[in-house]
């Protein structure tokens, strides 16, 4: 976002905005915008690519490793920009949660254990999505909150019951409620919030807390759980569904999956081709009975809406479209229902932010030698991860808001330049954000008539603007000079 503060360099670009609330001395606050704007021009290079000369590479090494910053406060001052985008938008703002692994090879001090064979830490992010009523595109509007740890020894739970998991200080499952109560929290101005989460999500003790709270939510379901009902023969979740008419249909698009690698997940995430699904939705009210697991402090029941998605005839060889999500969102007409399948569908964001900061700016591939330095460059690559994908996010967008709302007027004059001259089309003298993400992308080699382009034509598109702009303001202290 353009904003003006005094304390930047005006040689930096955009993307240091997001580390203006930084708690920390000037002269750090400095370093860490102008590392941003660097790493922003070539995010999947090396860091000797990055940080271009023997100066600002001894600098970028010192500010991974400075005892005085950590991942917390890095994280603070994106989400303070982010939580001011969020209260700026009059829709609604889906908030999606989940936790990612982060894998490195040789050794590295301060790294625990992800699985038998791997050393790591974990990350829990909540996203935040927008979207407005004429755009069914969402909008990226970045992390609010974010939690790493690192897995001392490898989880073992065979001796131990649920219930000593659960009120274990170590309990993982924590983060869901720990994730929702920070973002209610930070987003207590947003008039439209609702949580938005995958299997792993499915804990008693987290949405029966958000229905107690009147916090909104949308859930896949997993467990099978207990109903409070008087038809015997429907005592558990996975029977309320059965027999219930279809409400509505609709076709939707498929992504390509690989399937799991860790055994016990390739179940939950089978392989598939990327196909147009059609499915259909079914939906009714339930009341679910508290797990033996939660403490007596949890509701004893909880009131939930359940809506079954399902692909009624799957090609041949292809696992079947289903979901049963959970919400406190109205069911009563098929608008709906809709509304609350297209709420879940945008929880595949943040599956591409985590690929974004992955692939996009390598960020497992980073040669730091300690945990403390690994979670700082993790922290430096959320905000650049977060702008791809929101390039990406409007290249697709029906609706598209104004560029110069994201980008300063010097980018997008480059920009205009460099579509004429390789006889691309004319960029307007007041243009969309759209209309320059498909202007950047053509600069990656994208050609418009191929469909939006993807999120690596973009970043490369992105990194030759980038060193154009760098260009034009050497050239332009050259001349002063």
Request: charge should be positive; proline fraction near 6%.
């Amino acid at each position: 976002m353009v904003m003006k503060n005094k304390t930047i360099d005006p040689k930096i670009s955009n993307i240091a905005d997001e580390l203006d609330a930084l708690d920390a001395e000037v002269r750090v606050i400095r370093r860490s915008q102008r590392m941003m704007a660097l790493w922003n021009e070539k995010p999947d290079e090396s860091f000797p690519e990055i940080f271009h000369d023997a100066a600002e590479l001894e600098a970028a090494y010192r500010f991974f490793n400075n005892p005085s910053i950590d991942f917390p406060k890095l994280i603070d001052a994106h989400a303070s920009q982010t939580t001011e985008r969020c209260k700026r938008h009059e829709g609604d703002v889906l908030c999606i949660h989940d936790t990612s692994t982060f894998v490195f090879s040789g050794e590295r001090k301060g790294l625990g254990y992800i699985n038998k064979n791997n050393r790591g830490f974990l990350g829990h992010f909540s996203f935040c999505v927008s979207r407005t009523v004429e755009d069914e595109a969402p909008l990226p509007l970045g992390v609010v909150a974010a939690y790493l740890w690192v897995r001392q020894q490898l989880r073992a739970t065979k001796g131990v019951s649920q219930k000593e998991l659960r009120q274990s200080k170590d309990c993982e499952s924590l983060r869901w409620m720990d994730g929702v109560a920070k973002v209610e929290e930070k987003l207590r101005g947003v008039k439209s919030l609702i949580h938005v989460m995958d299997r792993e999500g499915d804990i008693y003790d987290a949405f029966s807390t958000m229905v107690a709270q009147k916090q909104r939510f949308v859930i896949r379901a997993l467990s099978n759980r207990t109903l409070v009902t008087e038809d015997t023969e429907y005592t558990r979740l996975f029977d309320a569904i059965d027999g219930l008419p279809a409400i509505y249909r609709e076709s939707i698009n498929v992504s390509a999956r690989n399937g799991a690698a860790p055994p016990d997940q390739k179940k939950l995430h089978p392989p598939r081709s990327a196909r147009i699904a059609e499915v259909c939705a079914t939906a009714c009210p339930v009341t679910i009975k508290r797990t033996r697991h939660s403490a007596k402090d949890f509701p004893a029941t909880t009131p939930v809406n359940l809506v079954h998605v399902f692909e009624p005839n799957p090609p041949e060889k292809q696992s079947p479209v289903e979901w049963l999500l959970m919400t406190n969102e109205p069911i009563e007409t098929p608008e709906d229902i809709r509304k609350v399948v297209a709420i879940y569908r945008q929880r595949w964001l943040i599956e591409e932010f985590f690929k974004a900061i992955k692939t996009g700016c390598a960020f497992e591939k980073r040669q730091l030698t300690t945990y403390h330095s690994l979670s700082i460059a993790l922290a430096m690559t959320v905000p650049l991860a977060w702008e791809i994908l929101l390039l990406r996010a409007q290249s697709r967008a029906k609706v598209s808001l104004p560029a110069k709302d994201f980008m300063s007027p010097l980018r997008i004059q480059l920009l205009r330049a460099a579509m004429k001259k390789r006889k691309r089309t004319i960029l307007p003298e007041d243009p969309s954000l759209q209309e320059v993400c498909f202007g950047i992308a053509s600069l990656g080699g994208h050609l418009k008539r191929n469909g939006p382009p993807g999120w690596k034509t973009l970043k490369h598109g992105y990194s030759y603007l980038l060193a154009m702009e760098e260009g034009w303001r050497m050239a332009r202290t050259c001349d002063q000079s």
